[in-house]
DNA sequence: GTATACTGCTAAAACGTTTAAACAGATGAT
DNA sequence: ATCATCTGTTTAAACGTTTTAGCAGTATAC
């Protein structure tokens, strides 16, 4: 019942030759090894015909290379990561690798026991989207020189490459959508944690209403990570309190509940406030107001994480410490 | 620059003992080859000094297992899926497992693929989502005996372990939520696949209207899925054309683009029109109509897909061929 | 004083690959 | 006839674990 495997000795035994001419043959080094081409089809139709797989765990022990990649995140279910998740997982099998991910939860013990299993099964490379005090962490990883890109976020105090949106603009154009309606005092709602993109998106806040052709104060709350709902009606309630005309969002979490919770305050208050959102999730189309939004490029990090992290893996010395800034998508709804 | 890494041999030798010795110490073996207490707790000590990790391919090569479980879904972008993969990363992280993904697409040549890529990789298990024909697939992982579990749906002609959400009933209830109020024509809409979770949720429509206590007909309509915005729209089209006071959506999917196209069509149609839903992705909560919908169990079925594979995996001869259905919840909302 | 059992460790094989080096035999050059 | 080169293959070490069998030394039993 329990088929055993077929390895490449089951398949020189069968054939007469040896182990090592199988494995060059397999792994398509016939040619420069000078197998016969009547040898070499032999072999390739016995493997074919045992159904052989090779065994990777042992591949991997001889190479060194796992041809694995660890992706960890913050949260697999968030359909922001959950859709990078999928084009990284399209990349990566382009080039013949495969994924494992983990979710930190923002929680830099998780990320580090992530970070550390991921190393432990000998990952050929690492994406990474780094949380609060993950620096300690990304030094052991550097130090033990396994490839590394960072995503989403800098790290504070860790020089590594890093691909993510441009959020000070977005942040700054989704402001300035507000400004141009002419709102008096425009809240700004965003984790308190020191996330850099989400201090990047509230910069450019603060920027464009400096800016502003008119009179106007930012006026910003900051959410417990660890209770965002209770924290969010807290904060809603006190906008509303202070005035507030219009809201922005640092992120589609953010977005999404403040929609559910402004509801459930008043109905009337989601269409009488002006709204704007970093992210984009497809909920974002079908609330009341349409909820304008800043679509990051996620196929576009995706793609361009993996392609760098191939090039580092593939030991071509990049730049060291790049840093891309991919424009983000307006997304003109009605909320504003 | 790239530091080696530490391997069982060179504890050994800086402590002058055997690779063997250190080895037991570590995988925590020592008391039971009476180790001496010092002396374990020496290697222990040096093993931290230098930051040794296993080495998970070699043992793996040794042992024959990965402690890596393989995850097939449809499509990890997809909240439904998501949310499913975080579970199913805690739940097996808890029994000291790692989780590696794929999405199918619905496909069996990929899911073909993903499957025999991670049977190379020698997970210790799998949970896959099976798709439309994917027995052959199937048969090949059962004869090699991986231990299995299917999720989500049912895959026609294979006897395997399944977990899924009881869809009948909850395309019955969602169903009876219209019926209640007297809706005169419901119409279904439905993927052109055969997957037994969208079909058991229409056999669950069909059921309720048959059973209703007034004259009612079924109205069914198949979307393409490589094409489904477009058939959406028609499909949609066609369903006000035939006079349907009701819709019925076999899936989170369906029901997001539906909201959306139904706006586009005429912005009073949302509010017109009786609605529900499968699935329930935090989408419905802030559309408008806020969105009556059926949630599935997801954490439940993760729990018991880990627990069931695990117990596979521990050779504990559960009667073959489990089928077990989760009832989902219902959640009322403001659509019908 | 000899057999027996226990204690605490080492030795070595095994897992399935990859790959550098060696090899035998044929061919060619001198 | 000798040496070199080429062809097509084999050999064997190596990767880092786990685990079984065995060994030397000490203690206990009769």
Chains 1, 2 share one sequence.
Not at 200 to 226: S, V
């Amino acid at each position: 019942m329990a088929k055993k495997r077929i390895t490449l000795s089951d398949i020189a035994k069968e054939m007469n030759v040896s182990v090592g001419l199988v494995s060059l043959v397999l792994s398509g080094k016939a040619k420069e090894n000078r197998i016969r081409d009547d040898v070499a089809e032999k072999v390739l139709e016995k493997a074919r015909e045992l159904g052989y797989q090779a065994n990777i765990m042992a591949r991997g022990l001889r190479t060194g290379k796992s041809g694995i990649i660890g992706l960890v995140v913050a949260d697999i279910a968030n359909p922001f990561f959950g859709t990078l998740a999928r084009y990284i997982e399209n990349e990566a099998a382009k080039q013949g690798y495969q994924v494992m991910f983990g979710s930190s939860d923002e929680d830099p013990d998780k990320l580090n026991s992530i970070i550390s299993t991921f190393h432990s099964r000998q990952v050929d490379g690492l994406i990474i989207v780094p949380v609060e005090k993950s620096k300690k962490s990304l030094e052991i990883i550097q130090n033990q020189n396994v490839s590394t890109v960072l995503i989403d976020r800098e790290c504070e105090g860790i020089k590594e490459d890093l691909i993510c949106t441009d959020n000070y603009l977005g942040g700054f154009e989704l402001t300035n959508v507000l400004i141009k309606e002419k709102y008096k005092k425009i809240g700004a709602f965003v984790y308190n944690l020191n996330l850099s993109n989400n201090m990047e998106r509230i910069r450019g806040y603060k920027d464009a209403i400096q800016q502003a052709d008119y009179e106007i104060e930012p006026w910003i709350y900051k959410i417990d990570f660890n209770n965002i709902e209770k924290e969010l009606e807290k904060g809603l309630q006190k906008a509303i309190d202070n005035c507030c005309d219009a809201l922005f969002f640092a992120n589609n979490n953010l977005g999404i509940l403040s929609l559910k919770i402004l509801w459930n305050i008043d109905k009337k208050l989601p269409k009488e406030l002006g709204m704007v959102s970093f992210d984009n999730p497809e909920a974002f189309e079908i609330s009341r107001p349409r909820m304008t939004s800043y679509a990051q490029p996620i196929e576009e990090i995706s793609k361009q994480a993996i392609a760098m992290l191939i090039s580092k893996m593939k030991g071509v010395q990049a730049p060291k410490n790049q840093r891309i800034l991919l424009p983000g998508k307006l997304i003109l709804r009605d909320s504003q």
